[in-house]
């Protein structure tokens, strides 16, 4: 009998919601990915670099074309020049590079810190180095940071926090001062910082992103990470990037090396061409998913779900206490998907301990607004 090394993981929720909702029949707003297709030039790129012959290796660290990309378009968002060989590094999706990033520093017995709610891949790739996560919950309603409880979880042996703004499922953003604060308060230790802005163009009512990369004393320590599925509307791409200071990326690379070695080429010389042809698009984003976001609340004004619109991501989540309280979040999901026909992801199972009276589920608004207006009559109706 094999002894399993993640004895408390099973199937993800994604995939758990997104096979209810193909087999019920239901709208999919539960895995979080668009139901439209990413930018036809790009997708013309694509076939043209395959039938081109871009089909073998890239370099390990990813395409020089590509990573002079990521930097030109992070100098333009944050103002922070990085250079394209020693601190960019492309990778085959976002999961893959917080992997990467949290086996080159931390060892067996070390600590790291995560935000409850938290994305699912953080606390296993921990555990496969030999770490523990501490769990501190984000204030609840607000999700932001909780001081107390982040002061009170540090410890000598915490190797690393990580961050996720904007935050899913909550959507909350990060501000200017709470990371000036972080900052303070790890100044004199041997921590490292993961953050994970792969929703970093995804920000509403005209408010900045505010990334890792334009905090001078973080991103010493940090290794910030993206996703060009979020991005570019292309999640089955599974191509992400990681910037960090030189050293870090070094080690960073030394772990990529061995589990993919490289990225997929033609997707990489794509994601380049299109970038190249239209820097334009990161632009448009806010305005594209704001749009979204607000047809869909609109249309939820008149249910009986409650919910302050999401500041970025493209997730909404929504109070359902005045519908079912006496569900729980799962149940919640797995009755609207059966009953009525739309899926959704429980945010419980983000949390090490859920809290027993929240009565929020996740609501994907990456959608069509045929897909998004149907959603709505149909949760209006419960
Ligand atoms: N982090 C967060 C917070 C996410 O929501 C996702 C979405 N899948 C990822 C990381 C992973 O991105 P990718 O699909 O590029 O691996
Ligand atoms: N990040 C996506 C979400 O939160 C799912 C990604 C996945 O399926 N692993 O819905």
Redesign the pocket.
């Known amino acids: 009998m094999i002894t399993s090394k993640l004895p408390n993981v099973g199937t993800t929720i994604?995939s758990v919601m997104s096979q209810l909702a193909a087999d019920t029949g239901a709208i999919n707003l539960s895995?979080?990915?668009p139901d439209f297709d990413g930018p036809d030039a790009l997708r013309e790129a694509l076939c043209r670099r395959i039938m081109d012959g871009f089909n073998q290796y890239a370099p390990s660290a990813g395409l020089p074309a590509l990573r002079q990309q990521v930097a030109a378009k992070i100098e333009r968002s944050y103002g922070r020049q990085v250079n394209a060989d020693t601190e960019v590094t492309i990778?085959?999706?976002?999961?893959?590079?917080?992997f990467c990033a949290i086996q080159a520093v931390v060892r067996t017995g070390d600590e790291v810190i995560v935000f409850d709610p938290?994305?699912d891949?953080y606390e296993p790739s921990v555990e496969l180095a030999g770490g523990r996560c501490v769990h501190v919950q984000l204030k609840d309603g607000e999700f932001s940071i909780d001081w107390k409880q982040l002061g009170a979880a540090l410890s000598p042996k915490t190797r690393m926090i990580v961050i996720?703004t904007p935050?899913?499922?909550s959507g909350a953003l990060i501000t200017r001062e709470e990371l000036d604060r972080l900052a303070a308060l790890i100044r004199d230790r041997d921590i490292y910082l993961v953050s994970?802005e792969?929703?970093e163009h995804l920000v509403f009512d005209g408010v900045k992103h505010v990334s890792v990369l334009a905090h001078e004393e973080l991103y010493e320590r940090a290794f910030v990470?993206?996703?060009?599925?979020?991005t570019y509307h292309v999640?089955g791409w599974?191509?992400?990037y990681l910037i960090a200071p030189p050293a870090l990326t070094a080690e960073m690379r030394k772990v990529h090396q061995f589990v993919a070695f490289c990225g997929v080429t033609p997707l990489q010389w794509a994601l380049a061409d299109f970038m190249a042809a239209c820097p334009e698009h990161v632009e448009e984003l806010p305005a594209f998913y704001q749009a979204k976001r607000d047809f869909f609340c609109d249309r939820l004004q008149t249910s009986r779900f409650t919910f302050t619109r999401a500041a970025g991501?493209y997730?909404q989540l929504v109070d359902y206490s005045q519908i079912r309280p006496d569900l729980n979040d799962v149940e919640m999901s797995l009755w609207m998907t059966r009953e009525h026909g739309v899926a959704s992801i429980p945010p419980s199972v983000f949390y090490q301990s859920p809290l027993p009276g929240q009565r929020l589920i996740r609501l994907c608004f990456a959608k069509r607004e045929e897909t998004l207006r149907l959603a709505a009559e149909k949760l209006c109706a419960i």
Do not use: R
Request: charged share 10%; proline share 6%.
């Open positions: 994604f895995q979080g990915f990778t085959p999706g976002a999961t893959h590079a917080i938290c994305y891949s996720n935050h899913n499922p994970d792969v929703y990470i993206s996703s060009f599925g979020k999640t599974k191509t992400g991501t997730f």
